[in-house]
Structures are given as C-alpha cells and as structure tokens.
C-alpha cells in the first residue's frame, strides 16, 4: 500500500489543519472566524491585552499569517501562549502548529510534541493526528508505531479522514497494531467515503488484490476513478493499468494512454515508463519511436532504472535516437547500479564487445556475474561460455557446467547443449552419454540446430545409445532444414550408405 507521506507530506499537513482549525480543532472556544471579519485590529489587540481568550487566539493567527499585520511567527507565540496559559486547547494546537513547522525558524519538534499532547488530551484532533504522525515518524519524540496507532485511533473516531487513513496504513503494514487488512479496508473505507484520494486509492488497491475485502476489479476501478478524477497520479497510472490489461474492464488502450498520460505529466515515473513503452509498441496511440525515447528519457532522469535500461537499449540500437554507444553505456550504468539485471548483462556484453568501452573481458565478467546471480540467464550462459574459454576468468570446465546448468535449469537451449557436451566429454563433470543425451533433447525440442545435430551423431555412432541410422537421419535432417552444414554432410553420406 502507499504511505500518504509520498504524497501529502507533514507540510501539507500544517498548511490543511491550520487553515481548517475551526473544522478540525476544538471549535468551541475558537470564534475566530467572526472575530477577524468585525474586529479592529486595535480592539482585537485590547481585548486581547485585557486576557480575552478567543482575541489572543484570533491575534495570534493574525501574526502567524500575516493578515493584516507582518507575518511574525514570534508574535504569533506571544499571543497563543497567552491563550494557552489559559488553558484554551485550540492555542495549545496553534502553538504545536508553528513549532512542527520545518520551514518556520522557531522550528522545535519537542516542544511541539508538548503542545500537541495537551490539545489532545481535550480532544483537538489535528493535534491527535498530529502527534501520530510524529510518533510514527520520530520527530521530537522516540519513534512509536504504537504510540501512533493510539492517536491515529481517537482523530480516527472523531471522522477525521486523514487519520483515518494512517491508521488504515498501520494495520495493512502490521506497524502498532497486529496486521489486519480488513480492519485496514474498513478504516480506508470511511476516509474514501468522505472523499479523502489516497485512501480512494487503497481502497481500489485492496480490491485489485484481495487485501482485507474479496477480490472484485470492478469495485477497484470505481475507487481508482473517484482518486483519479481528484488528480492522484498513482490512481490515474492503476486506472489506466487497468485499461490497459483488461481487468475489471474491456481492454481499451485509447481509455489506458488517456489515464497514463495524465499521471506521466504529473511526472509520476512509472507512468512515464509506461506511456513510454505504448508508443513503443503503438498501443493506443501511433507508434513513435522518437516520443518513446522522450518518456523513457523522463522517468529516466527521475531514477527509474527500467526505464534507464530501455533508455540505453534505444541508444544502442539506434531506435528513436542517433545511436550512441556512450550514452548506451552510460544509461547502462545508471540502471546496473541500482542492481537491474537486465542493464547489468547489457554492460556485460558492451564490455565484452568493446561497444563505447575499451574491450574488457574481467569487466564483462564482473557485469555478467552480479546478473547472474540475480538468475540473468543470459548472464548465466555467458560465464560458461568464458569459463570455457578462460576469456575474462580463470578457464574452468567445473565452473562452466556450474553456470551452463543455472541457464539449462530456466530453460536455455544454448547451455542445455553446453551442459550436453560437458557430459559428453567428461569436462569439468564425470563422463555421461546418457545425461548428455537428455540435455540434448531438451535443447533439441526446443528447435536448437546444434542439439539436433548432436542427437543424430549420437544415434549415427551408438553413444549411449543404441545405433539407429533412421533416428540419426531424422535428428540430422531437422538440424539441415536449419541450415546446418554438418548435419547436411553427415546425412548425405549415411544416405549414399543406405
């Protein structure tokens, strides 16, 4: 699930409580809203030197922002802490306000803490939320999920959507409470319900997935739609993701790059790759290869390290770009740090083929292998190749059946046969004919020329096998229809023989 701190971070967070205080605070002793329409400021500041509560407080957020005076959060805590002094809680949350405030210079979490905790304790729910988002944070106070669950819960009860939503999150990531997804859906649910994107989101997300409700597209559609239409980027790119697949909906590509789009220009990066790869393949739009690249290339610069990786396989190929080895390479790298198997092998095989580098078979060895042990099997298959070879490492049959066998496993025909020889000949494993056979068939049926031709050699010659020219003759003629000279050679001569 996302975490609402990717998208209203606590900054938004003091700009919306404090702008809704009446709304979200204590209400009761905060008329201010009157107050500040009919009051003069030179009244306002009588009344409040004279101890009236509800002028200090109106002063106060005068000052803090800058409402007929000069914004001065200094001023603005003069004037709440008399407020507060008194006892009044939605001071008590003003004050809280300004020092959790990271762009104010008073900026102080623990004394922020303070003040959130005795507006609390009156029931002032920003305050409640507030101190949550602290607890789970750490900020001013040692970090407590615990903590935070607890004033998530009472901001919760009293309707406020946000908390509401937090406290959905804490019981779909098992965070304070014991993870329970359908307690988490029921919480996303009443924040959703009052309209509140991210928790219209996760709702969605929870019924793509079957998280805490059953499983129903249809219904994630809805609540995918309801956050998109408010501009959540995340919702738009899963509603046009949706289109795209056809899940709770037709296929409809035009519908999906409408959706994509839109969170692609909100700068969302896996929209970007997404939109990126439809004009690639001409999904819902013409293909283009050129408006290709300018996606891949945005969410690229953003981090995106698949799109990295395509980015740079465009510059090598030349595909919607001026081709460029260099700026392959350097996308490459991008992408491989960040622990991409597929830009890993890329730089693997530029290294080894001195494409935009200086030939490295050691550094083609180092690229292959961090890919190969995320189970690259073409990264796989080249370490038996060069291990086989000794190009790039130390030459060692063992170590090339090691790999050969890795690829061979997931299905790649060219190490099947690599396998097949080593057992064949005894290299680097003991000497098998029968084992060498079964990887042959295995590559043979999946239309390998070479495993062909070694099949019908074995048969030819009775390795571990009885002899059978008519088996021989078959394996080496699907083998020559592939264009395979020894296997044309060898069955001319048992056909001149028959």
Known sequence: MQKVKKYFGTFFVLAYLAGSAPMIGYGATDSVGQAETNLELDTLRRAAKSGAVNAQNTLGKRYRDGI???????????????AAAQGDPQAQFNLGLIYADCNSALKNYETAIRWFHRAAKHHVIGAQLLLGRMYEAGQGVAKSYKVAAHWYQKAAEQGLSLAQFD?????????????????????????????????????????????GVQQDYTTAISWYQKAAEQGLD??????????????????????????????????????????GRMYEKGSGVEKNLAATAEWYSKAAKQGYAVAQFNLGRMYEEGRGVDQSYSKAIHWYHLAAEQRDICAQAGLGFMYFGGRGVVRSYETAAVWFKKAAEQSSLAAQLMLGMMSVSGHGVKQSYENAVEWYRKAAEQGSAEAQVGLGM?????????????????????????????????????????????????????????????????????????????
Do not use: C
């Not at 007929?68 to 008399?82: H, L, N, P, Q």
């Not at 098992?174 to 996760?202: D, I, R, S």
């Open 68 to 82: 007929g005076v000069s914004r001065s959060d200094t001023e603005a805590i003069k004037w709440f802490s008399k």
């Open 167 to 211: 406290l959905g999150n804490l019981y779909t990531l098992g965070e304070g409470v014991v993870k329970n997804h359908v307690t988490a859906a029921e919480w996303y649910l009443k924040a959703a319900e009052q309209g509140y994107p991210m928790a219209q989101f996760n709702l969605g997300l929870s019924y793509s997935l079957g998280k």
């Open 234 to 275: 995340i919702a738009q790119f899963n509603l046009g993701t949706m289109y795209r697949v056809g899940y709770g909906v037709p296929v409809d590509p035009v519908t999906a790059v409408k959706w994509i789009r839109k969170a692609a220009e909100q700068g969302l990066n896996k929209a970007q790759f997404s939109l």
């Open 422 to 498: 080593a057992y064949e000949k005894g290299r680097g494993v003991g000497q098998s004919y029968a084992a060498a056979i079964d990887w042959y068939k295995k590559a043979a049926e999946q239309n390998d020329p070479v495993a062909q031709y070694q099949l019908g050699f074995m048969y030819e010659n009775g390795f571990g096998v009885g002899k059978n020219k008519e088996i021989a003759i078959e394996w080496y003629r699907r083998a020559e229809n592939q264009g395979d000279s020894k296997a044309k050679k060898h069955l001319e001569q048992l056909e001149i023989k028959r």
